[in-house]
């Protein structure tokens, strides 16, 4: 399964967007806010398109939010009518009409819709300075980006179902054979409010074989998943990894439970993390204030886009607390992340899911390269994506695949994914 592109995108397919002659002295208009749905079987991956009054002028973004496609696409027209007719290089105030003219809050759905948009407007504005858009963000602070996989690369069985001793380490091998220095494992099983004794040894053994594969040089994240129903249930399995120094725990209970959370804080030495599934930036400054995690992560295709991002990333900063954005979704948020990545002071390390599908890099062709386990700076202007609506069709909206539903105990209760 390729993890990478097979060559650089030609930075001449992006001659028609250098359109400043064309611009200067006069107002550019959004004219129509399109989206094209492709199936990766896990998630339909919701790509936006923004055209204006400008031809050739048009930016992609991407609002894929697991299991709710069609709700995203809903919202994206319904908010599209507060855009129509504005500047699109106006991006703040386009995601201020989104947001204040809508009157009820949008929560993951609309936000995930607004972000969608913002990131075309960043695309269209960086091709009409002729710049990539991280230069836009801010500049350059970093001349590459650390990143990490999931055991097996993004394969939506691999990641979510490798439960076996043997398995999770050749898993740990494969990954760092494709030239990774970092990857996540997502073993708590599913768990009510007691973590079951049987189930701590089995945790304690997978992590084991883990840093036994990767060794000291790779670094290791452990995905609760929100699975723990309680702080005690978590923390039985942060007792039985600890010994193996993972890099950080993600979720170790359900988003929004800050006083659980605080708990586990308090109590342990290892690095925690949250946030991909909180949204307002309300919910992020009541984190903040718990002084409870060491890395925060937003996930830019949800919280409202990259301006949003980098506002809650700064607040981070200013309290010591790092950013590793959330991003198992498509290749155009991969590559927003990116962007992000190269322009953010305490950005720490970069989540991916390249290998989702084996045709991920034919709908998108874009800046992502990997070298010895770091991307690239791009420079291509905007974005730097080219998308190939022709393979999108080839791969149209199905109903995803409902993995959530393997969440079930022995008795038959419903627990968290």
Not at 145 to 161: F, K, P, Q
Not at 313 to 320: D, K, M, N, Q
């Amino acid at each position: 399964m390729p993890c990478q592109p097979q060559s650089r995108l030609d930075r001449r397919k992006f001659a028609d967007y250098s359109l400043n002659h064309q611009i200067k002295g006069r107002r550019v208009k959004i004219t129509s806010v399109k989206t094209k749905v492709v199936n990766a079987e896990m998630r339909n991956w919701v790509f936006v398109k923004v055209e204006t009054d400008v031809p050739g002028l048009f930016g992609w973004g991407e609002a894929t939010l697991e299991w709710k496609t069609r709700a995203v696409v809903g919202a994206i027209d319904d908010l599209a009518p507060l855009i129509v007719g504005r500047d699109p290089r106006d991006i703040e105030q386009a995601v201020r009409a989104m947001t204040k003219q809508s009157f009820w809050r949008l929560g993951a759905v609309g936000m995930s819709a607004v972000s969608g948009v913002e990131l075309a407007l960043w695309d269209i504005l960086g091709k009409h300075l002729d710049v990539p858009v991280w230069r836009l963000l801010g500049g350059k602070v970093r001349d590459k980006v650390s990143v990490y996989t999931h055991l097996g690369m993004g394969d939506m069985r691999a990641v979510y179902e490798t439960t076996e001793v043997a398995a999770i380490a050749e898993r740990a091998h494969q990954v760092i054979e494709n030239g990774y220095r970092a990857f996540k494992a997502v073993f708590i099983p599913y768990t009510h409010y007691h973590a079951p004794l049987p189930e701590i040894d089995l945790v304690s053994r997978m992590m084991a074989a883990l840093r036994e594969a990767a060794g000291n040089a790779v670094e290791i994240m452990v995905d609760f998943h929100g699975r723990p129903a309680s702080a005690g249930a978590a923390q039985a399995y942060i007792d039985a990894i600890t010994p193996f120094r993972p890099m950080f725990i993600e979720e170790p209970v359900q988003p929004g439970d800050f006083n659980s959370l605080k708990r586990l804080a308090e109590k342990n030495r290892i690095p925690l993390a949250t946030g991909e599934r909180l949204i307002d930036r309300s919910e992020f400054e009541a984190l903040f204030g718990l002084n409870a995690v060491d890395i925060v992560q937003p996930d830019i295709c949800h919280c409202g886009g990259l301006l949003e991002a980098k506002k809650i990333a700064a607040r981070a900063e200013a309290i010591g607390v790092g950013v590793a954005p959330h991003n198992p979704l498509g290749p155009i948020a991969g590559v927003a992340a990116l962007h992000f990545a190269v322009s953010t002071p305490n950005h720490v390390i970069q989540e991916e899911m390249v290998g989702a599908v084996p045709w991920y890099f034919d709908v998108v062709q874009g800046p992502i390269k990997m070298v010895d386990g770091f991307w690239q700076v791009p420079e291509a202007p905007g974005l730097g994506v080219y998308v190939d609506e022709a393979e999108c069709d080839r791969h149209p909206y199905a109903r995803e695949v409902l993995h959530t539903q393997n969440a079930v105990m022995p008795d038959g209760t419903l627990v968290d994914w």
